[in-house]
């Protein structure tokens, strides 16, 4: 009788597991189309942001060009027009500029505004 009820447990529990399957595909997912790019776009923003130095053109995320004059740790200054120097937030920057000021290397995904 013993075995009876071993059998039918163990058979449920199995049941349960193919219950749980789709809800850990969901999840296998959501985390290949939403997080692991998610987490790539980060670390790319956070090697550009780090590799600053001084004279590069970058443009924040108010859309202020600019010309990197120093950098700290937390913060750049960016010289924006003649005798005009800002002290920003490193996160502030949103890009590199790369030629002309129409071609900014963004490490960023969205859609064009265009």
Same mark, same amino acid.
């Given at each position: 009788?013993?075995?009876?009820?071993?059998?039918?447990? !163990?058979?449920?529990?199995?049941?349960?597991? +193919?219950?749980?399957? #789709?809800?850990?595909?969901?999840?296998?997912?959501?985390?290949?189309?939403?997080?692991?790019? =998610?987490? /790539?776009?980060?670390?790319?923003?956070?090697?550009?942001?780090?590799?600053? /130095? /001084?004279?590069?053109? +970058?443009? !924040?995320?108010?859309?202020?060009?600019?010309?990197?004059?120093?950098?700290? #740790?937390?913060?750049?200054?960016?010289?924006?027009?003649?005798?005009? /120097?800002?002290?920003?937030?490193?996160? =502030?920057?949103?890009?590199?500029? !790369?030629?002309?000021?129409?071609?900014?290397?963004?490490?960023?995904?969205?859609?064009?505004?265009?």
């Amino acid at each position: 009788m013993n075995a009876i009820a071993l059998l039918q447990s !163990t058979a449920g529990g199995a049941a349960a597991i +193919v219950q749980f399957l #789709p809800i850990i595909a969901i999840g296998l997912v959501f985390y290949f189309l939403v997080i692991a790019p =998610a987490n /790539k776009q980060r670390r790319k923003t956070q090697e550009m942001i780090g590799a600053l /130095k /001084k004279g590069d053109r +970058v443009v !924040t995320t108010g859309g202020i060009y600019g010309t990197v004059q120093g950098v700290e #740790p937390d913060v750049v200054y960016l010289k924006i027009a003649d005798n005009v /120097k800002v002290k920003l937030a490193r996160t =502030a920057v949103s890009g590199v500029v !790369t030629g002309d000021e129409s071609a900014v290397s963004v490490p960023r995904s969205g859609g064009n505004l265009e």
